[in-house]
């Protein structure tokens, strides 16, 4: 865990890791109870003949486990720090429920999303009161878990839309107008606040 204390260690065996340009999947089946008491990242860590010989960061990938324990947000605010994109749950007027990626732009716990044309289509979401969200860690690409957030409409003419929308041209990649998107999102787009229920 983040202090070093080992929280679960396999059997010895032999794992191939076959170079940098692959990608290694290798899974153990855990049947006993493993505590997890800190909340942050942890790391799996290789052995060699009983000397280290490589760490990689991960997030654990246990949603109920961690919203038993009370961790969940704390977690997924972790991974939204590091990462660019969640997925949304949202649900539709005919009462089925639509997932879709969405870039976002962080303030604290609270989450900023635009929606409309020539941006991304998040349909009904403005009309939401609450919608999911499902939270990866961007380094694993694993499900941090889900999580509930509350919906807000940011008015267009508002500061608050100016400031934000300001932030999300850094955040938003491959911008098409550059810094004319500012007022394309005001007259086209809706922006939309997310706060995750804890």
Same mark, same amino acid.
């Given at each position: 865990?983040?202090? #070093?204390?080992? +929280? &679960? *260690?396999?059997?010895?065996?032999?794992?191939?890791?076959?170079?940098? @340009?692959?990608?290694? =999947?290798?899974?153990?089946?855990?049947?006993?109870?493993?505590?997890?008491?800190? =909340?942050?990242?942890?790391?799996?860590?290789?052995?060699?003949?009983?000397?280290?010989?490589?760490?990689?960061?991960?997030?654990?990938?246990?949603? *109920?486990?961690? @919203?038993?324990?009370?961790?969940?947000?704390?977690?997924?605010?972790? +991974?939204?720090? /590091?990462?660019?994109? @969640? &997925?949304?749950?949202?649900?539709?007027?005919?009462?089925?429920?639509?997932?879709?990626?969405? &870039?976002?732009?962080?303030?604290?716990? /609270?989450?900023?999303?635009?929606?409309?044309?020539? $941006?991304? $289509? =998040?349909? #009904?979401?403005?009309?939401?009161?609450?919608?999911?969200?499902?939270?990866? +860690?961007?380094?694993?690409?694993?499900?941090?878990? *889900?999580?509930?957030?509350?919906?807000?409409?940011?008015?267009?003419?508002?500061?608050?839309?100016?400031?934000?929308?300001?932030?999300?041209?850094? /955040?938003?990649? #491959?911008?098409?107008?550059? *810094?004319?998107?500012?007022?394309? &999102? /005001?007259?086209?787009?809706?922006?939309? $606040?997310?706060?995750?229920?804890?």
């Amino acid at each position: 865990d983040p202090d #070093n204390v080992v +929280a &679960w *260690e396999s059997e010895p065996r032999f794992i191939e890791l076959r170079g940098e @340009m692959f990608e290694d =999947l290798f899974r153990t089946l855990v049947d006993e109870s493993v505590p997890i008491s800190s =909340l942050g990242e942890h790391k799996v860590v290789f052995l060699l003949d009983g000397r280290e010989a490589g760490r990689i960061p991960v997030f654990i990938d246990a949603p *109920e486990s961690l @919203m038993a324990a009370g961790v969940i947000g704390d977690a997924a605010q972790e +991974a939204l720090k /590091k990462g660019a994109i @969640m &997925w949304l749950d949202i649900p539709q007027q005919d009462g089925s429920t639509l997932q879709r990626a969405a &870039w976002y732009v962080q303030q604290g716990r /609270k989450l900023f999303v635009l929606t409309g044309p020539d $941006e991304q $289509e =998040l349909p #009904n979401l403005e009309a939401c009161e609450v919608v999911g969200m499902v939270v990866k +860690a961007k380094d694993v690409k694993a499900a941090i878990g *889900e999580m509930q957030a509350d919906v807000r409409v940011v008015p267009a003419d508002s500061d608050e839309f100016e400031s934000i929308a300001t932030l999300g041209m850094g /955040k938003r990649l #491959n911008l098409p107008d550059g *810094e004319g998107a500012l007022q394309r &999102w /005001k007259d086209t787009c809706t922006m939309v $606040e997310l706060t995750p229920r804890t």
